[in-house]
C-alpha cells in the first residue's frame, strides 16, 4: 500500500528518529525499575527471563514489522486491527493499546519519582542533613511523578516529537560505561567465585521463571511505539523494520550483560542478588552499581534510571496520543481529540486528555510492580491480538511486494501469539489486580463505544470501506448485492449502479429475472417473457465484462416477483437488494414497494430514474436530511461508493419552518455538519434553509441536481415506512431518485 502522510503532520522522522523512538521506549527505564522484582522473583534466572522475554518480542517484532509495513499509518495495532476486523473489534484493540501505553508511562513516571526521591534523601545525606520523612511518602512520590508527566506532555504539546532524543542518547551512553566498568572488575574475580554469587540460580523454581518473565516483559516493549507513529515514519517500508530489529537488538545487547554484571560483581563475596532484592527491589541496581563502583557508580545508576524513566515516559505518552488521534478522526473517541493546534500542529487535545489519563492512573495504581504488572499483561494480550491479525491479513491476501514479510510463517506468528497469550493468562491469575484493571477497563470501554461512539464510528467506517474496497476483503467480507431486472431498457442503469455500488474484486452481483408461469400474464405471454430474459441477459453480460465485473444470472419462475424477490434475497443472503422502478406512485409505494422493504433482511437501494440514466451522468448530488441518523451507515457506503474514482459535488440540505427557534436552529445546524463531515469525510457543502414550506422548499431544491439520495424512516418497531418527505419527492419530481433503508 502507498504511503501517505498522515493526520497533516507530515513525514519528518527518518531511520535514527524512528530507533530512537523505539530506543527511548526500550531501553533502561524498564529494567532499572523492575530487575530488583524480577531478582526477588527467580534469582540470578532473571537473566534468562529476560532472555525468553526477548525471543518473544523477537517473534512479536517480526509480525509487527509487517503490519506496519503494509500498513504504514499512525496508530499501531488499532490501525491492523482496523484494517482486518471489525469497526467494533478495532475499537476494542484500540481502547486496549492506548490504556497500555499510559500505563507503561505511568510505570515510568512512578520509576521516575522513585529514583528522584532517593537521590534526594542521599543528597541530604551527603551533605549531613536528614532529610525529612515526607520526602518518600507516597504523596512526595505523586508529586514528582505528575511534574515529570505534565512536563512531557508540554513538551509534546510545543512539538510533534517532544524532544525527547537527548535523554535516549545520554543513558546508553552511562549504561555503557556501567557494563564495561563491571565486565573489567570480573577480570580480576575467580570463576568460583562467580559461580557462587550466581548458585542458586533458580532460587524460586518454574513459578519464579514465569513470575519474572510476566513483571518484566514491559521491559522490552517499545519497538511497537514505532508502529503507533508510523504516519509520521519516511519511507515506511524500509525504516520501520529496520528501526524496530535495531531498537529490540540495542535493548537485549545491554540488558543481558547488564543484569549478568548486576548479579554477580555487583554482590559482595559470599552474598546473594536474591537476598538484597528481596529487601529493597526498588534501588537493587544502585546498590549493586555501588558495590564495583563506589558512589561514582551508585550515582551514575541514579543518573541513568532517571534519564531512562523520562526518555521512555516520552515515548508511551507519544504514541498513545497518536492512537488517541487516529480513533477520535474514526470517531471511535470524541472527535476533538483529532484536531490540530493550528500554530503548532500538534495535537493538542489528544495530549492534554492522554496525560491526564495518566495522572488518573497514577493517583489509582499503588506502585511499580503493579504498574509493571498491568502494562505487561495489557501489552501481551495486545501482541497476542497483532499476531493474530498477520495471520488473517496473510491469509485473505494482504500485504505488499514492498512490505515486510515474515519468515517462517505462520509458524512465528503462531508460536508468538500463542506465547504471548499464554504468558498474559498467567500473569493475570498471578497478580489477580492486574487482571481486574484490564477487565473493567475492557468493560468500561465497551460501553463506553456501544453508548457514546458507536454510530458515528460505525458511519465512517462505513464510508472508509466504501472509498477504499481493500478493507471488505482484508475484513473477510463478499457482499452479495441482488438486482432484479424486468425491462431490457433499465439494464444499462442497473448493472452500472450495481457495479457502483459492489466493491471492486470482492463484492458479487446476482442479476435476477423473475418469470410468471401460464396463468399470470401480468408482465404478457411467456414467449415474449424469455425474449426479455434473454435480452437482458445477453445486454447485463456485454456492460459487465467490459467493466471488469462478472456477475453472477439467476432465473426463477413465480406468480408473484415481489414475494419472489425477497425470498431470493433470503436463500442467498444478500447484504443489498437494488430495484429500479420507472415510476413511483403512493399506491405501489405504500403495497408492493413497502412490503418488499420490510419483508428482507437486506439493505435496500431503490433506483427511480428516466430510461438512458447512468450513474456515469451524476455531477451533483443532493442529500435531503430531516435530522435523524436511521440510514447514515448506508447512505455514507453509497456515496462513497458513487465518489470512488471521480469527484461529485455533494450537498447535504436541512430545511426548518420559518418558526423554529433559534435554538432549534442553531442546533440543527451543527448536527448537519457534523453529519456532513461523517458521511462524506468532510468533502461536501452543507446547506441550510428556513422556509414556510419546508417540503416545498425541499422539492424545488431537487430539481435542480443531478441525483437525490433520500433515506426511509425507520419506525419503533423496526419496520421502514415511506415518510411524507419521501412520497412528495418520489411523485412530484423527475430528478433521478435514490430512496435507501438499512436492514
Known amino acids: 500500500m502507498a504511503a501517505t502522510q498522515e493526520h497533516g503532520l507530515g513525514r519528518s522522522v527518518g531511520l535514527w528518529g524512528a530507533t530512537g523512538i523505539g530506543i527511548g521506549a526500550i531501553v533502561g527505564g524498564g529494567i532499572l525499575a523492575l530487575a530488583g522484582v524480577a531478582f526477588a522473583a527467580t534469582g540470578p534466572g532473571a537473566m534468562l527471563a529476560f532472555a525468553l522475554n526477548g525471543v518473544i518480542a523477537a517473534l512479536t517484532a517480526l509480525s509487527f514489522a509487517e503490519l506496519a509495513s503494509t500498513f504504514p499509518e499512525s496508530g499501531g495495532s488499532y490501525i491492523f486491527a482496523k484494517k482486518t476486523l471489525s469497526g467494533e473489534a478495532a475499537f476494542m484493540v484500540g481502547w486496549v493499546v492506548w490504556l497500555a501505553s499510559i500505563v507503561a508511562g505511568v510505570l515510568y513516571a512512578l520509576g521516575f519519582a522513585s529514583y528522584a526521591s532517593f537521590a534526594i534523601v542521599h543528597v541530604g545525606r551527603a551533605a549531613g542533613h536528614a532529610a525529612p520523612t515526607w520526602v518518600e511518602s507516597r504523596g512526595a512520590l505523586l508529586v514528582l511523578a505528575?511534574?515529570?508527566?505534565?512536563?512531557?506532555?508540554?513538551?509534546?504539546?510545543?512539538?510533534?516529537?517532544?524532544?525527547?532524543?537527548?535523554?535516549?542518547?545520554?543513558?546508553?551512553?552511562?549504561?555503557?560505561?556501567?557494563?564495561?566498568?563491571?565486565?573489567?572488575?570480573?577480570?580480576?574475580?575467580?570463576?568460583?567465585s562467580i559461580a557462587g554469587r550466581l548458585t542458586p540460580f533458580f532460587p524460586g523454581g518454574s513459578i519464579g521463571l514465569f513470575q519474572a518473565m510476566g513483571y518484566t516483559f514491559i521491559a522490552l516493549q517499545g519497538f511497537d511505539l514505532i508502529a503507533a507513529v508510523g504516519g509520521e515514519i519516511r519511507d515506511p517500508q524500509r525504516t520501520i523494520p529496520r528501526a524496530m530489529f535495531l531498537s529490540l537488538g540495542a535493548a537485549l545487547a545491554i540488558y543481558l550483560p547488564f543484569l549478568f554484571v548486576i548479579a554477580t560483581v555487583g554482590v559482595d563475596p559470599g552474598g546473594s542478588i536474591t537476598a538484597r532484592s528481596l529487601e529493597d527491589p526498588a534501588t537493587v541496581v544502585a546498590s549493586a552499581a555501588r558495590t564495583y563502583l563506589g558512589p561514582f557508580g551508585f550515582w551514575l545508576v541514579i543518573v541513568a534510571a532517571i534519564l531512562s524513566m523520562l526518555s521512555a515516559l516520552h515515548a508511551n505518552l507519544l504514541a498513545a496520543s497518536r492512537v488517541a488521534l487516529t480513533m477520535a478522526r474514526d470517531r471511535s473517541l470524541p472527535h476533538a481529540l483529532g484536531d490540530l493546534h493550528r500554530a503548532k500542529g500538534t495535537p493538542a487535545i489528544a495530549i492534554l486528555v492522554t496525560s491526564l489519563m495518566a495522572v488518573v492512573v497514577l493517583v489509582l495504581v499503588p506502585n511499580v510492580p503493579v504498574a509493571g504488572a498491568v502494562s505487561s499483561l495489557i501489552f501481551l494480550v495486545s501482541f497476542a491480538?497483532?499476531?493474530?491479525?498477520?495471520?488473517?491479513?496473510?491469509?485473505?491476501?494482504?500485504?505488499?511486494?514492498?512490505a515486510f514479510r515474515v519468515p517462517g510463517f505462520p509458524a512465528v506468528p503462531i508460536v508468538g501469539g500463542l506465547a504471548c497469550l499464554g504468558l498474559a493468562l498467567y500473569q493475570g491469575f498471578v497478580v489477580p489486580s492486574a487482571g481486574l484493571i484490564a477487565v473493567l477497563w475492557l468493560g468500561f470501554g465497551f460501553a463506553l463505544y456501544f453508548f457514546l461512539f458507536a454510530r458515528r464510528a460505525g458511519v465512517v467506517d462505513a464510508s472508509a470501506e466504501g472509498l477504499d474496497p481493500e478493507l471488505i476483503r482484508l475484513r473477510g467480507r463478499a457482499p452479495l448485492?441482488?438486482?432484479?431486472?424486468?425491462?431490457?431498457?433499465?439494464?444499462?442503469?442497473?448493472?452500472?449502479?450495481?457495479?457502483?455500488?459492489?466493491?471492486?474484486?470482492?463484492?458479487?452481483?446476482?442479476?435476477?429475472?423473475?418469470?410468471?408461469?401460464?396463468?399470470?400474464?401480468?408482465?404478457?405471454?411467456?414467449a415474449q417473457q424469455l425474449v426479455d430474459v434473454e435480452g437482458i441477459l445477453n445486454q447485463s453480460l456485454s456492460l459487465s465484462l467490459s467493466s471488469g465485473s462478472t456477475p453472477e444470472w439467476l432465473t426463477t419462475i413465480a406468480r408473484d416477483p415481489w414475494l419472489e424477490i425477497a425470498r431470493v434475497a433470503k436463500i442467498h443472503r444478500c447484504e443489498s437488494l437494488l430495484v429500479g422502478l420507472g415510476q413511483l406512485t403512493r399506491e405501489t409505494m405504500s403495497t408492493r414497494v413497502g412490503g418488499l422493504v420490510n419483508s428482507v433482511q437486506s439493505n435496500v437501494v431503490i433506483l427511480r430514474a428516466p430510461e438512458g440514466w447512468t450513474p456515469a451522468s451524476v455531477g451533483s448530488i443532493l442529500v435531503p436530511v430531516g435530522g435523524r441518523r436511521d440510514q447514515s451507515v448506508l447512505r455514507a457506503r453509497l456515496i462513497a461508493n458513487l465518489s470512488r474514482g471521480r469527484r461529485r459535488q455533494i450537498t447535504y440540505l436541512r430545511v426548518?419552518?420559518?418558526?423554529?427557534?433559534?435554538?432549534?436552529?442553531?442546533?440543527?445546524?451543527?448536527?448537519?455538519?457534523?453529519l456532513a463531515q461523517d458521511e462524506a469525510s468532510g468533502d461536501a457543502e452543507v446547506l441550510f434553509?428556513?422556509?414556510?414550506?419546508?417540503?416545498?422548499?425541499?422539492?424545488?431544491?431537487?430539481?435542480?441536481?443531478?441525483?437525490?439520495?433520500?433515506?426511509l424512516q425507520r419506525l419503533a418497531n423496526r419496520q421502514r415506512t415511506f415518510g411524507e418527505l419521501t412520497l412528495r419527492l418520489a411523485t412530484e419530481t423527475s430528478t433521478p431518485l435514490i430512496l435507501i433503508s438499512r436492514r
Not at 419552518?657 to 445546524?669: D, I, L, Q
Open 146 to 192: 505528575i511534574f515529570a508527566t505534565a512536563g512531557y506532555g508540554l513538551l509534546l504539546y510545543r512539538k510533534a516529537s517532544g524532544g525527547g532524543m537527548w535523554a535516549t542518547i545520554g543513558k546508553i551512553i552511562l549504561f555503557m560505561v556501567l557494563i564495561v566498568a563491571g565486565l573489567w572488575a570480573l577480570v580480576d574475580e575467580p570463576r568460583a
Open 656 to 674: 426548518l419552518h420559518e418558526n423554529a427557534s433559534a435554538r432549534e436552529r442553531e442546533e440543527a445546524e451543527k448536527g448537519l455538519s457534523r
Open 385 to 402: 491480538l497483532a499476531h493474530g491479525i498477520n495471520i488473517l491479513m496473510r491469509q485473505r491476501g494482504g500485504g505488499s511486494e514492498t
Open 689 to 711: 434553509k428556513h422556509a414556510d414550506d419546508a417540503l416545498g422548499e425541499l422539492v424545488r431544491a431537487c430539481q435542480q441536481t443531478d441525483l437525490v439520495i433520500l433515506g
Open 481 to 526: 448485492v441482488l438486482v432484479p431486472i424486468a425491462k431490457p431498457t433499465s439494464t444499462q442503469a442497473m448493472v452500472e449502479l450495481a457495479n457502483a455500488i459492489t466493491p471492486p474484486r470482492v463484492g458479487r452481483v446476482l442479476l435476477h429475472s423473475v418469470v410468471q408461469p401460464p396463468g399470470t400474464w401480468e408482465r404478457g405471454d411467456l
